[in-house]
């Protein structure tokens, strides 16, 4: 068995990690994994740190924390032509953990533990994106979800110190004065080769099946060489409050204002700088182009 890096957030899931780590170590050693670990010290250090695991020569890197922690790692062992330089495992420590969720990977600390005695390793597409941040384009991957709008509004304004509840919880609760707040948004968008200018409150490009805990996209396949994409047009509040329940369950059937699809590559301008999300975290703003890259990564699952 490979030594393994083992990368901690210590705040994911308002610092449940944390606490829950001795048991994580614990359980990582009965399933018979050799490591070294580390703690996050601030935003973006996962990725440095994996980046560093994998010139040392890792072929194992776990991330302990959320969606936000897989994405950092995702992005400090994926070289520059996109391709993974070690394998990426997962104990879901965080508030949702959606793309363990699309993979089969437990949830539960101590299975995830377990899986690593026998695991075998699944290759996964990735999302990626080019975005402006701070006057400047820059590229990143994505394991599970991107996109602006409403579902945007949603991640920043969720109260990290209600997070340690976990699942769903959180988002419904920032969902609430979103809706109040939220005004749609003018955007020119184009999907593979069709463009138009229109007006929408959500506009999703995934890879998994699961936003925030729901299950949006339930025919997404993460293996397929594809992105989904959700395009939720102009709904007023009354329509949203009506509509989005459903969509965010993935009961997408009598919902004129919603079309989902399939592609290879996304883009959306905007005359606003418009926020968007990956994996759960506000990142950057439009202008954004979105794109598969397949069979970019392993991953350990059971």
Not at 205 to 220: E, I, W
Not at 245 to 262: A, Q, S, T, V, W
Request: aromatic share 8%; hydrophobic share 40%; charged share 20%.
């Amino acid at each position: 068995m490979s030594h393994a890096m083992v990368i901690v957030n210590p705040l994911a899931r308002g610092g449940v990690s944390r606490a829950k780590w001795p048991l994580i170590s614990y359980w990582l050693k009965r399933a018979g994994l050799s490591f070294d670990y580390a703690f996050t010290e601030y935003a973006g250090h996962a990725t440095e740190l994996a980046r560093r695991a994998v010139e040392k020569g890792f072929e194992l890197v776990i991330a302990v924390g959320g969606d936000g922690t897989v994405n950092e790692v995702v992005n400090g062992i994926i070289d520059e032509s996109g391709r993974g330089r070690a394998t990426l495992g997962i104990i879901s420590a965080g508030t949702v953990g959606d793309f363990v969720h699309s993979l089969g990977i437990p949830r539960d600390v101590i299975r995830s533990c377990r899986l690593f005695a026998n695991y075998r390793r699944m290759t996964v597409d990735l999302g990626c994106v080019e975005y402006m941040k701070d006057g400047q384009h820059t590229k990143r991957y994505y394991a599970n979800t991107a996109g602006l709008g409403f579902a945007t509004d949603v991640v920043g304004g969720t109260d990290r110190r209600i997070k340690f509840i976990g699942g769903t919880i959180p988002y419904v609760i920032g969902m609430i004065p979103t809706v109040k707040n939220y005004s749609n948004k003018d955007i020119k968008l184009s999907i593979d080769d069709e463009s138009r200018q229109e007006r929408n409150f959500v506009v999703v490009v995934n890879n998994g099946r699961y936003l925030g805990g729901g299950r949006v996209f339930p025919d997404a396949d993460p293996c397929d060489g594809l992105l989904d994409v959700a395009v939720v047009g102009d709904m007023n509040k009354l329509e949203a409050l009506w509509s989005f329940p459903r969509f965010y369950m993935g009961n997408h059937e009598g919902l004129p204002k919603i079309n989902l699809c399939k592609a290879k590559n996304v883009s959306v301008e905007s005359s606003q700088p418009l926020p968007i999300q990956m994996d759960g975290e506000v990142v950057g703003e439009l202008p954004a182009s979105f794109w598969v890259v397949p069979s970019a990564l392993d991953v350990a699952t059971q």
